[in-house]
């Protein structure tokens, strides 16, 4: 039992989680829904078995965790309620004596009993698997995914924050940081909070936003109930209109303010800022 199951391989923490295994010399099995999309992917990585995973599918459990010490778990947008959805594969992971289960989980989540993310840490408290879950704030990425569409077609960030701020957190950094947690032990069992190096507000992200991209990025400011109707208009689905809808207004609460030095600690530098990331990114919005 030597090998680094990731889920969501292809996503954006877990491909960067690959990454970062393979810098530590792991063998890693990638799971992912898409094959075709995943062996793409990862074709020029040595040590990366890609193995067809689904949560709902009981039969490509046991492939994934034949020979695995320890998991990346992250939950997919789609799966809102956990105990029907991930307990069969956690308790199969309990099964097969997995060492160590790394959750990215959610900025707060100690504090909202309501979210999915809670459900699934109580779930593995539960199961007695050895855990780490990592607690961060708003992706950077989720500008370049969630919301690149209205950025890149109609020039603004539709997105009902108020004037709070939020300690985002590059995807990159947090992937360091739970390759580290999969491989290191004193990190066992505990609960980390992690964010960026700053705190910002939505006109200061459409600021730099439009300073990389040299054209004017607006920021929209609807409220809570008319960003759900216009997120579902525009495909999302209602599930994930909802928990977008609770996400934002946890951040009008003030709960994604809070800056913490805990990242810098484990990752042995400083996070990605803000700006470096809309430079990196630049291309998902031309």
Known sequence: MDKYLVTGASGNIGQYVVDELLTFKKDIKAAVHNIEKAKNLFKDK??????KFDFLDKKTFGKALEGVRAIFLVRPPNLAEPQKDMLPFLEAAKGKGIEKIVFISLLGVEKNPIVPHRKIETIIKNLSIPYVFLRPSFFMQNLNTNHREEIKERDELYIPAGKSKTSFI??????????ISLIEDKYKNTAITLTGKEAINYDEVSKTLSEVLERNIEYKNPSLLKFRKERVKRGTPKEFANVMMLLYLMTKLGTAK??????????????????????DHKDYWK
């Open 258 to 279: 809070d800056i913490t030095y805990d990242l810098e600690k484990i990752i042995g530098r400083e996070p990605i800022s803000f700006k470096q990331y809309v430079i």
């Open 46 to 51: 040595e040590n990366v078995e890609v193995v």
């Open 170 to 179: 590059d995807t990159r950094d947090i992937a360091r940081a739970a390759a």
